[in-house]
């Protein structure tokens, strides 16, 4: 991955916490990583633990950021959350997977959108 793809993708999740904080989530990960992958954000929301994939986009050239989580990474995303609770002891709970959407213009983050329960 290039420099630039880091920077941007770092803009996109740093801007999404800072979204859900404001929203009233608690950020429980950051950039959880396993052999098999990563889980952007997880967070905890009355009782809820959520876990958040986040895509940046500069442009809508390629489609919209959220039309990138496609079906494989919804599955591989599903498994790491599984992972997740097995490895960290999670208690059974009521858990969710969504998407923060996040573009970019100039360099500045123009709008962030938040997609509880995408799939």
């Known amino acids: 991955m290039s420099q630039t793809r880091r920077v941007l993708g770092s803009l996109g999740e740093q801007a999404a916490c800072?979204?859900?904080?404001?929203?009233?989530y608690r950020i429980v990960a950051r950039n959880y990583r396993v052999r098999s992958g990563e889980i952007d954000i997880v967070c905890e929301q009355d009782g809820v633990l959520v876990f958040c994939e986040v895509k940046t986009r500069t442009s809508?050239?390629?489609g919209?950021?959220?039309?990138?989580v496609t079906a494989s990474k919804r599955r591989r995303?599903?498994?790491?959350?599984?992972?997740y609770l097995q490895r960290e002891r999670v208690r059974a709970r009521a858990v969710r997977f969504d998407v923060v959407s996040v573009n970019v213009?100039?360099?500045r983050v123009s709008s962030i959108r938040h997609?509880?329960?995408?799939?």
């Not at 919209?64 to 990138?68: D, G, K, S, T």
């Not at 995303?77 to 992972?83: D, I, T, W």
């Open 60 to 62: 809508a050239v390629f």
């Open 105 to 107: 213009d100039g360099g």
């Open 77 to 83: 995303l599903r498994r790491l959350g599984a992972e």
């Open 18 to 24: 800072d979204d859900l904080v404001r929203r009233g």
């Open 64 to 68: 919209l950021p959220e039309e990138a």
């Open 115 to 119: 997609i509880p329960n995408a799939f």
